[in-house]
T-cell receptor
């Protein structure tokens, strides 16, 4: 149980285009999902907290107009990187919070490469 | 604020050696504590957890005990395998902090045959 999927697993795009990443909790409902960014050989950097039915809460220094987050249902949150640039290339990981177990379950990550 | 400090890596061991990865934390409330493992190119997998003082989490031969008096949650395994090579993250969840988790910087473990 407690499986989280991400799609796509890998994406290559041209500079200036937008990329949407989906995060789904497959076998549980998650009122809260988190989006992280991970640089090579580094820890996770929390970008934003996504709550179903409300606006996401962004961490300091994260541009909300650049990284659009939508949490339209209890099993789906999306992160859209708008007007992507090479410096946005990174590994993006989502997690879904399972209340009751008070545990975050992570997706497999999406590797974004902007050319 | 909350923080997690992990033993710096990388750690390199021979197969069947004993493993300890130290983790200490500071928190204002009564957090739950976690160890996650990340294999190359993948997301994080929950390895084990403990929700209150003196609890021991265990999974796949790994163990960690929630020590409130020393604010520690050290990860141990009696006999490591090559397949245990990965990055290990210690984390805490404090439900007084909007449900956010705080992660350590990760410790890279390499096990050689």
């Amino acid at each position: 149980g407690a499986v989280v999927s991400q799609h796509p697993s890998r994406v290559i795009c041209k500079s200036g285009t937008s990329v949407k990443i989906e995060c789904r909790s497959l076998d549980f409902q998650a009122t809260t999902m988190f989006w992280y960014r991970q640089f090579p050989k580094k820890s996770l950097m929390l970008m934003a907290t996504s709550n179903e039915g409300s606006k996401a809460t962004y961490e300091q220094g994260v541009e909300k107009d650049k990284f659009l987050i939508n949490h339209a249902s209890l099993t789906l949150s999306t992160l859209t990187v708008t007007s992507a640039h090479p410096e946005d290339s990174s590994f993006y990981i989502c997690s879904a919070f399972l209340a009751g177990k008070e545990t975050q379950y992570f997706g497999p990550g999406t590797r974004l490469l902007v050319l | 604020g909350n923080s997690v400090t992990q033993m710096e890596g990388p750690v390199t061991l021979s197969e069947e050696a004993f493993l300890t990865i130290n983790c200490t934390y500071t928190a204002t409330g009564y957090p739950s504590l976690f160890w996650y493992v990340q294999y190359p190119g993948e997301g994080l997998q929950l390895l084990l957890k403990a929700t209150k003082a003196d609890d021991k989490g265990s999974n796949k031969g790994f163990e960690a005990t929630y020590r409130k008096e020393t604010t520690s949650f050290h990860l141990e395994k009696g006999s490591v395998q090559v397949s245990d090579s990965a990055v290990y993250f210690c984390a805490l969840f404090d439900n007084t902090n909007a449900g956010k988790s705080t992660f350590g910087d990760g410790t890279t473990l390499t096990v050689k045959p």
